[in-house]
């Protein structure tokens, strides 16, 4: 069956570190997206790819980096300067990046500060 | 950025039809309208998407006004299953979407 799969499903970080969540994708896109979800809120985008090793900034980028190396692999860095990282993080994928095509979402990974 | 804007709540009958609605109010002419829905805990399905003319599919329908600035999502025979938070995005030339806060459907049996 192909999808999204993200994990791991529940993430905690200590003060000062750094964390990786994983996004991996069978779906052949090209288009890859990560989203943050605070309580009781939409989405927001924090950084899309469009193809291999190619990454853009999405609206709340800070403290956050990303890479692109394998098609079907999106992993994202929630850095020690995201000062508030405590959150549901989405990771989506889209046959294109166009606004035409719909996005896949995975099952997310809740982010918790210890 | 521009939102789109939705109610906050909206509550149905099972069996019956329910129209969500949504204010696009600036929407450009190359953006896509896109609903998803959310259940709690899980990543947001895909519903229906569409660019000027009404959409169907086996989920949904979709009516985008002919000035483009509204849509409605129409669940024609609503389920129990269909709870859950609807969002209307924007589907941008680059494939972002911009979300809204939603409308959370309630659907009493």
């Known amino acids: 069956d192909g999808g999204i799969t993200q994990s791991p499903k529940y993430l905690f970080r200590k003060e000062g570190q750094n964390v990786t969540l994983s996004c991996e994708q069978n779906?052949?896109?090209?288009?890859m997206y990560w989203y943050r979800q605070d309580p009781g809120q939409g989405l927001r985008l924090i950084y899309y790819?469009?193809?291999?090793?190619?990454?853009q900034k999405g609206d709340i980028a800070e403290g956050y980096s990303v890479s692109r190396e394998k098609k079907e692999s999106f992993p994202l860095t929630v850095t020690s300067a995201q000062k508030n990282p405590t959150a549901f993080y989405l990771c989506a994928s889209s046959i294109l990046g166009q606004g035409s095509q719909p996005q896949h979402f995975g099952d997310g990974t809740r982010l918790s500060i210890l | 950025d521009a939102k789109t804007t939705q109610p906050n709540s909206m509550e149905s009958n099972e069996e019956e039809p329910v129209h969500l609605p949504c204010n696009h109010s600036t929407i450009s002419g190359t953006d896509y309208i896109h609903w998803y829905r959310q259940l709690p805990s899980q990543g947001p399905e895909y519903v229906i998407h569409g660019l000027t003319s009404n959409v169907n599919n086996r989920m949904a329908s979709l009516a985008i006004a002919e000035d483009r600035k509204s849509s409605t999502l129409i669940l024609h025979r609503a389920t129990l299953r269909d709870a859950a938070v609807y969002y209307c995005?924007?589907?941008?030339?680059?494939?972002?979407?911009?979300f809204g806060q939603g409308t959370i459907l309630t659907v009493h049996p």
């Open positions: 779906l052949n896109h090209d288009a």
């Open positions: 790819s469009q193809i291999v090793n190619d990454f």
């Open positions: 995005t924007r589907g941008t030339s680059y494939g972002k979407l911009t």
